[in-house]
């Protein structure tokens, strides 16, 4: 009767054991979806300022944090008549990983956070984000089994028009953050994002622009079904004879800095 008891205790400690493990994983996972979409905002106020630094902290026990550089690549192509391409360039992303034996939604899983109706990579109006920050289930992937919250830049589009002594003049404007790798330390559990650069690029004459994405790292499993974008290229028609700019903000993001 004792031994009896006993394994039932055994296997009930067992069992309460993994239960609050994975209640423990769980909450882990739902916090720091939340810190990557307070960092996914905080890239549009760090993109637009050379040398504007900012450092989040996070706390984690199951999952960790990867810079995955070369995750997409943006090219712009602009119309006059032809197609020309203005500017190509690749960015990389942020992810927080939790392995699927500590906390799994299943293979296949995806939710995009933000933009959370709207899958596009290219994201019209004011107030419009420069990320997307989604989480995804996929198996398998090179790097690991893992459910991962991810943070890719997308591209903002202005359309204005300035008019002055009887002639008006159509802008579209794009803006795309940029993330590089910086001297990761692993040093603390935190993400160090510094403003670097802002390239700016100007067409004139443009009736139409259009973006295409490709997967660097699709080998990996980083492609398109990775990222659900809603399509991996996008064309806008523009007010006749409108003036294109293009702003790249770059930005450098370095793990456990201390």
Not at 22 to 42: D, K, V
Not at 78 to 92: A, I, K, L, Q, R
Request: net charge negative; hydrophobic share 40%.
């Amino acid at each position: 009767m004792t031994a009896a008891v006993i394994v039932m205790v055994l296997v009930a400690m067992t069992y309460a054991n993994g239960f609050l493990s994975s209640r423990m994983a769980e909450n882990e996972y739902s916090t720091n979806r939340q810190f990557m979409l307070t960092t996914g905002l905080q890239i549009d106020d760090i993109a637009w300022t050379v040398g504007r630094a900012q450092t989040v902290r996070y706390s984690s026990q199951y999952g960790h944090m990867k810079f995955q550089s070369l995750a997409v690549n943006y090219t712009l192509e602009v119309y006059d008549g032809s197609w020309t391409t203005v500017f190509n360039v690749t960015t990389g992303m942020i992810l927080f990983n939790i392995p699927t034996d500590s906390y799994s939604l299943g293979n296949n899983y995806f939710e995009r956070v933000t933009p959370a109706y709207n899958g596009s990579f290219l994201q019209g109006g004011s107030s419009a984000p420069v990320s997307h920050v989604f989480c995804v289930e996929k198996l398998p992937m090179n790097d690991g089994s893992f459910i991962r919250v991810g943070i890719i830049p997308s591209i903002r589009m202005l359309n204005s028009t300035i008019s002055g002594q009887g002639t008006s003049t159509n802008y579209a404007k794009l803006y795309l953050p940029v993330l590089e790798q910086g001297n990761h330390r692993y040093l603390s559990q935190s993400i160090t994002m510094v403003g670097n650069d802002i390239i700016k690029i100007v067409d004139s004459g443009v009736n139409r622009v259009r973006v295409n994405v490709t997967f660097p790292k699709a080998d990996l499993g980083f492609d398109d079904t990775f990222f659900n974008f809603d399509h991996i290229s996008e064309t806008r028609t523009l007010s006749a004879d409108s003036v294109v700019e293009l702003y790249v903000g770059k930005i450098i993001v370095t793990l456990g800095q201390v």
